[in-house]
């Protein structure tokens, strides 16, 4: 049992250092702005600019906290289950750790020294919490567990803490897994485009999760249900399997993949609706939302408020970070004659 309450300490210590630092790190970036806006040294305007301050740290642990959160503990738990085997004790390493975090999580900025600075310290506040709070007694639990094991023999209070560490391992794999994916796709070999050839909106360069998602679905097909048949009739394309979709990106390519596979956009309001999700009048097949460059939008919005995430749909701790937003949109936007998917694009509405 000490293991176990070890374990869920680390886990809650590491929760609130997440958020620290995601408060601390858009409080630190926001600086800079601050004190070179040309006129912040009048009233009115130094006012704005404390509250353009404080609205840094206020989005930073409401907006970008669940995010890391979202991605960013599991792995961090991983590492810091290592420390805890190791009885790593020393302020630096823990320290170490969380800035390789800060700059995995907020984009490996390596060349924007003004951002690094901001990551370093919110690192440093994050660690020194982290070690005060944990890291300082990393071990000592598992020390006297281990004594109490060979002296008194296997206990079944024990297999709650056996059962958290299957757990972290069964995560392991899977980052593992992914990680290679971002490694393959990023430095060995890029993904085709694929059917129809995926693109994003303004011709940006794509991320490395972007090219994974690529690579799992590079067809409508892969994007289905399965089925007896072979053919792919145009109704097939609303069977889209969200049991699949892990992540925003793989949504992205696979919505991509369907809908663009129409012939054009007077499809998109059915296909939504098959999905589950909610078209606008005004953003719909029959009414488009035309753009300034005269392309058409077509969007709809799903309720995860009341119906719970689109995805992930398996996984208690995915699902219950996946319920934070309490809403999401989807955008498609198609050419000026409706013909052609320009680009596909989700976006999560969160108070």
């Known amino acids: 049992m000490a293991i176990l309450i070890r374990l869920l300490r680390v886990v809650f210590v590491t929760i609130l250092c997440i958020v620290i630092f995601a408060a601390l790190f858009e409080f630190l970036n926001a600086i800079p702005t601050y004190l070179f806006l040309p006129d912040h040294l009048e009233g009115g305007v130094a006012y704005r600019g404390g509250m353009m301050l404080l609205g840094a740290l206020w989005w930073g642990a409401v907006f970008r906290a669940p995010g890391y959160l979202f991605y960013g503990t599991v792995p961090l738990l991983i590492v810091l289950a290592v420390t805890e085997w190791r009885s790593m004790k020393g302020w630096p390493s823990y320290l170490a750790i969380w800035f390789i975090a800060g700059l995995a999580a907020t984009g490996l900025s390596l060349l924007n020294p003004l951002r690094v600075a901001a990551v370093l310290l919110a690192a440093a506040a994050a660690s020194y919490l982290y070690w005060l709070l944990a890291g300082k007694s990393a071990g000592d639990r598992l020390q006297g567990w281990r004594r109490r094991e ?18 972290l391992a069964f995560q392991l794999a899977g980052y593992a897994d992914h990680g290679g994916k971002l490694l393959w796709a990023t430095f060995v070999s890029e993904p085709e485009p694929g059917t129809p050839p995926f693109q994003v909106r303004f011709k940006r360069p794509l991320t490395a999760s972007q090219k994974v998602a690529m690579m799992d679905f590079p067809d409508p097909a892969s994007c289905l249900k399965t089925s007896e048949t072979d053919g792919l009739p145009l109704d097939r394309l609303k069977e889209m399997d969200w049991d699949r979709i892990d992540n925003t990106d793989e949504a992205n390519v696979c919505m991509f993949r369907l809908l663009g596979s129409y012939p054009n956009l007077s499809y ?17 097949s029959a009414r488009p939302y035309l753009e300034q460059d005269g392309t058409q939008r077509v969007s709809a919005s799903y309720s995860i408020r009341k119906n719970g995430p689109k995805f992930p749909t398996t996984g208690i701790v995915r699902r219950a970070f996946g319920s934070i937003p309490y809403g999401m949109s989807v955008d498609a936007t198609w050419s000026k004659d409706g013909k052609q998917l ?4 989700t976006g999560f509405s969160t108070l």
């Open 150 to 167: 060979r002296n008194g023999g296997f206990k079944f209070v024990n297999y709650p803490a056996y059962a958290v560490l299957a757990y």
């Open 268 to 284: 998109a309001t059915d296909w939504y609706e098959a999905q589950g999700f909610r078209v606008p009048d005004n953003f719909s």
């Open 342 to 345: 320009q680009w596909v694009e």
